[in-house]
């Protein structure tokens, strides 16, 4: 089981990697064609370079969660103790994948939406804007699977040294 997460995870730090790195080359191409060759310029550059923006920031929430590295009320963590920690943590999982579940669902909604109305971009690409909206519940839902990974972790390998929240003195941190 762990070695098909560490591939999930692989899988998906690639696909975020080459979407944020194409966008970055389009940009950079983009911006070199506005100075030098203007007329040459194509219209959909600048809407292809938010569609990858996007879909790797909405790819990149499962990470987040699976690393610790989301939003989460760190306070109310600081707050209690191990055990309370525990509690607290399953509780938030519990209301992420509520809400990314609900999320996927809207999502999928769009999604249906756009392609029945067959709603596409302005520019000459004509881009299908379902396949844009697609990246909602697909990133949402990813996201909700490392909920579930992460809650699943803290039923039932709960390890008080690593998964707790513990206190740092930074005034006398070396």
Not at 133 to 157: D, Q
């Amino acid at each position: 089981m762990e070695k098909i997460a560490r591939t999930l995870k692989a899988i998906e730090h690639g696909l975020i990697a080459v979407l944020a790195s194409a966008s970055l080359v389009l940009a950079v191409v983009e911006m070199f064609m506005r100075y030098y060759f203007a007329s040459s310029l194509p219209d959909w550059t600048a809407e292809v370079v938010v569609y990858l923006i996007t879909a790797s920031v909405f790819l990149s929430g499962g990470r987040l969660v699976s690393e610790n590295r989301h939003v989460n009320a760190d306070i109310f963590l600081r707050m209690a103790g191990p055990s309370q920690q525990r509690i607290l943590e399953m509780m938030f999982c519990a209301v992420g994948i509520f809400v990314c579940a609900v999320m996927a669902g809207k999502g999928i909604g769009i999604v249906e939406f756009a392609y029945r109305l067959d709603e596409r971009s302005d520019s000459s690409l004509q881009f299908p804007m379902y396949l844009y909206y697609a990246f909602v519940p697909l990133g949402f839902g990813i996201m909700m699977l490392h909920y579930v990974a992460r809650l699943c972790r803290y039923i039932w390998a709960f390890d008080r040294e690593t998964m707790t929240t513990t206190e740092v003195d930074l005034e006398n941190a070396d």
